[in-house]
């Protein structure tokens, strides 16, 4: 076989004994890693995010070669659902401006909040979760979920944020065009609170891009009930909060 094969017969045995290579082994092994924290962040992080874990276990790796691992492993961030096709223009807002105008990086907490209201499928239907997000730290710091997209789930996240933060100076409020922010109720809440309402064009999501990428890390995935949902909500706060330290 050697012959035919115009191989060495020490090299043939010594393939015999170690079939894998030394790299090989090792991709083996890091994609074991890779899959056991995907699955732990809830299949939510991406190679990059899966690199730093596997840096902080004190493996050694670059992240295009954790980009090859994942890829070949199948391995890739749940970004939610398909965008629904429609027109997606880019009209001002007829109730406010859009004050935000993209400046996402801010100086210090509790100057710029955005909120945004996504889906998570369940056996009955659907829950609606709705965030509020300090555009400071990225860390969710109000948040809602109910059975109906009403008002009520957007303005509870917010005051859930407004409790928890009792900012001690006007702050701005960003969201998109959706009909719970248009509505009298956020409106008063508003006014109520000393916070200035901001909001993004007619269907452009780029306008309030920091929630509308967090949300999405939420609608992967489906729950028997309400309350299978909320625990895992629960448990993505946690992965988004961790991410973001």
């Known amino acids: 076989m050697c012959r035919c094969l115009r191989i060495r017969p020490s090299g043939f045995y010594a393939w015999l004994k170690n079939p894998l290579s030394k790299r090989a ?41 954790i980009a090859r691992l994942a890829r070949l492993a199948g391995i890739k961030a749940q970004i939610g659902y398909k965008r629904r096709p429609g027109s ?3 009209k001002p807002s007829v109730v406010v401006d859009n004050t935000l105008a993209r400046q996402f990086d801010v100086d210090a907490p509790d100057r710029a909040w955005v909120t945004d209201i996504t889906y998570i499928r369940i ?41 928890r933060r009792k900012p001690k100076s006007k702050v701005l409020v960003h969201s998109d065009q959706g009909s719970q922010f248009t509505s009298m109720d956020w409106a008063a809440f508003l006014k109520h609170h000393n916070l200035e309402h901001s909001m993004s064009r007619r269907g452009n999501c780029h306008d309030n891009a920091v929630a ?17 949902a909320a625990a895992q909500a629960s448990r993505r706060l946690t992965v988004f909060h961790s991410a973001m330290a």
């Open 25 to 65: 082994r090792e991709d083996a092994c890091q994609t074991e890693l890779l899959n056991k924290a995907w699955k732990e962040s809830g299949r939510v992080y991406g190679y990059r995010k899966l690199h730093d874990d596997l840096l902080d276990q004190g493996e050694s790796s670059c992240a295009n070669r």
């Open 88 to 90: 997606y223009g880019g």
């Open 123 to 163: 056996q009955e239907g659907f829950a609606y979760l709705a965030v509020v997000i300090d555009l400071f730290s990225r860390r969710v710091i109000g948040w809602s979920l109910q059975s109906r997209q009403t008002t009520d789930v957007v303005l509870q996240a917010l005051l859930m944020a407004v409790w």
């Open 212 to 228: 509308e990428g967090a949300v999405t890390l939420f609608e992967e995935g489906a729950h028997e009930t309400l309350g299978a």
